[in-house]
């Protein structure tokens, strides 16, 4: 009994159906077609098919039906049967695709293997077998992927070898087209923009799919119309069908496409094959992708896919890049709207700050002059009027520096400090409007708090917005009895400050450190903004509490750190500066960074010189900053005492 | 607080004067002194009210002022039985127009620095 065992049947074939087929008999050629779907088999049709090249093999041009035969090959690209319904159609396609058995009997390894080196005969016989990626060429001279996996064996001192050779081009285009895909993922996530990601993508995908040209065209959706940026800068009329089609389009071969009108710019190029596929968002045709070949070849329905999910993987990048981008302008758009208001809130904040003393000084002026011009002049009147406008001018100037200073943005210039004396000089600046709205201040200074490092001109900023918030809560609280504690206390390796007022409180303790949060009328709603900045980047908290009996109190620490004893400590004074301590001598330097400070304790020296109620008297010399304060030291050392202010700008 | 800062002078001249800020206060009392005018100074609208309204001829109050303000302070007084005139001050640069509180029956409307002839000029026309 005979058993003939049939391979199974595979899952694609190639259709090629010859021109007699083709032009005589179409219908059989269709007959074909649905007799070997019916056996479950994916039939290809290349459309590109034209001649097998028997005509011309005929009529004694072997050379010419060659390049026919070779051209048909390529464009059954894949590895699948190809279905000739011609014997001798099919026999010239055999002999132009591959060697006989009995061709191939006989024949130097090298002729048809051109990888094959002294390297690999070598190792084939020092280990007697081996594995190995190859090429093999077929007679028409085109190449194919192959694994050959030997078995070598001595024979009489002639080495012989016993091997099995796959073909992988289907691994090997698997291979390809995973790279690709991974390329494309792995692009895609490192990139920030698409005019990145672009150039990136088609290189890798020409080099893993073996194109040689690659395009990316942008749809611009307001145009209307694609912009090229591609490898090539090549474009030949394709994208545009694939924009308005939304189908990915391939042309295995443009010399033979007549739907083609650029074939001719394509020939010159040294193109053949042409893909294009659209890059999708959704149903929108974002931009398009096409590559060329300058061989002839066909895209299966797997490459179609993997391109698909490329161009929706690409869309998506596209469209989130441009959420992102949108979103990116809008926040720019709201910060500098913001910054705009900041400017007008601060600027309007400020005017109605100095128009307060400034409204001051002109109504005593206009008074001091009604004073003179009445009959008889008043000149006690004028001069107390007078005496008010020079308080009120050095009133608006302490109101500038005071802003100036809010908004000084430095970065700390870190001394050791007594957070006590900090306190007490605070006490003493606000005085003024301390007594003025009827408080009554207590002072609860802990002996034992540590010397912290730290900028004194910042800290003492807290504690005066602090101090300054605290009595304009009290100052329209309906209690008669208006108090306001200020406590300093070690807690563990930190200084605590409390400022605690039994003031009208706070609606929402959460957002009252946010810039631009005010419950004042006429507050920019910064003071606290800038606090929580001042006091984080001395690496302290701060934060606020509801009292149990009304008001709130604003706290904050700040770390003590051990001196990195480089800094030698002055005797700091700076309480009552308008007396002048310690023993009475010769001169008196002062140093002290506030005009109006300076000037009182300069006045208070020079009357006491010229007024010659102290015997010896003074001379007194002041200056604004500690280098200016040494180098008077070093022209006067005979200086004695020196009155020295701990907010000086800069260290000595 | 009450009657601090009163200056005493013929009746029939005496003026109520509310803001919050105390040098503007009393810039504006030595103004009105200077212009032959008593002042009964109030750094609240609270304490002005808790004062009554006896003896004066005129009101001259701040607009932003916690927690009474300027317009309360005008709608009280022109709708009590006084019915005193009202001028409003307003230090704030970007507020109602000038008619807005005229409409409302204000007597005047001064931004600050307010031009301290014109405002007693006002009050002599009142007295």
Known sequence: ???????????????????????????????????????????????????????????GNPDEARAVAR?????????????????????????????????????????????????????????????????????????????????????????????????????????????????VTRTLSEAGSLEEA??????????????????????????????????????????????????????????????????????????????????????????????????????????????TSVGCQVGQFTERTRAEDALRHAREKLAQASRMATVAELSA??????????????????????????????????????????????????????????????????????????????????????HGNVISLETQLARDVPVIRADAVQIQQVIVNLVRNAIEALSVTMERKKSLLIRSRRDGDNVVVDVQDEGVGLADLEKVFEPFTTTKETGMGVGLAICRSIV???????????????????????????????????????????RCAGTASQIYLTTEGFHGIRKRIDRCGRRRQTGAKNASGFICYSSEAGKQATARNLAYYNIRCLTLTLNLRETL | MTRRNETL?????????????????????????????????YASAMDFFSDGYSGLVCVITDLEMRPIDGMQVLEKVIHSDAALPVIIITGKPSEHMEDCYLQRGALGFFRKPIDGDALLDLLDGVT
């Open chain 1, 1 to 59: 009994m005979l058993i003939r065992r049939y391979p199974t049947a595979p899952a694609h074939v190639y259709l090629f159906a010859t021109c007699l087929v083709d032009l005589f008999v179409p219908p059989a050629g269709l007959d074909i077609f649905r007799r070997l779907e019916r056996e479950g088999m994916s039939v290809h049709f290349p459309r590109t098919q034209s001649c097998c090249g028997q005509p011309v093999y005929s009529s």
């Open chain 1, 71 to 183: 051209s048909q090959l390529d464009v059954f690209g894949e590895p699948w049967p190809v279905i000739v319904p011609s014997g001798s159609s099919a026999g010239m396609m055999r002999h132009h695709c591959g060697y006989t058995r009995e061709e191939l009997i006989g024949m130097r390894t090298r002729l048809f293997d051109p990888d094959i080196t002294t390297e690999k005969i070598q190792q084939l016989r020092e280990d007697a077998s081996a594995t190995f990626n190859s090429r093999h060429r077929r007679k028409d001279g085109s190449h194919f992927p192959v694994e050959v996996r030997v078995r070598a064996f001595d024979r009489g001192g002639r080495l012989y070898g016993i091997g099995q050779v796959s073909d992988i081009t289907d691994r090997r285009r698997r291979e390809q087209r995973l790279l690709a895909q991974f390329s």
């Open chain 1, 198 to 307: 672009a150039p990136r993508i088609l290189r890798e995908m020409c080099e893993a799919l073996e194109w040689d040209c690659g395009a990316f065209w942008r749809v611009d959706p307001e145009a209307g119309s694609g912009s090229v940026s591609g490898t090539g800068g090549f474009g030949m009329g394709l994208a545009r069908r694939v924009w308005s089609s939304g189908a990915p389009i391939c042309i295995p071969d443009m010399a033979l496409d007549r739907e083609f009108q650029r074939a001719e710019s394509a020939a010159k190029e040294g193109f053949r094959a042409a893909f294009a596929f659209p890059i999708t968002f959704k149903s929108d045709v974002l931009g398009v992708i096409e590559f060329f070949s300058r061989e002839a070849r066909d895209a299966d329905p797997e490459l179609v896919q993997m391109m």
């Open chain 1, 349 to 434: 904040s400020i005017a109605h700050e100095i128009s307060q003393p400034l409204q001051a000084v002109v109504a005593n002026g206009q008074a001091c002059r009604r004073w003179l011009a009445a009959t008889p002049p008043d000149i006690d009147q004028a001069r107390l009027s007078a005496e008010a406008i020079v308080r009120d001018g050095y009133a608006t100037a302490d109101v500038i520096s005071r802003i100036r200073a809010l908004f000084k943005r430095t970065a700390p210039a870190k001394v050791e400090l007594d957070i006590n004396e900090l306190i007490l000089q605070v006490c003493t600046l606000m005085a003024d409007d301390i």
């Open chain 1, 536 to 578: 984080e980047s001395h690496s302290g908290r701060i934060w606020v509490v509801r009292n149990e009996v009304g008001g709130a109190t604003f706290s904050f620490s700040l770390p003590t750190e051990t001196s990195d004893a480089t800094f030698a400590p002055l005797t700091a004074y700076s309480r009552n500066q308008g």
């Open chain 2, 9 to 41: 002078v013929p009746s029939g001249r005496t003026v109520a004067v509310i803001d919050d800020d105390r040098r503007v206060l009393t810039s504006f009392v030595n103004l009105l002194a200077s212009g032959g005018y008593g002042t009964r100074a």
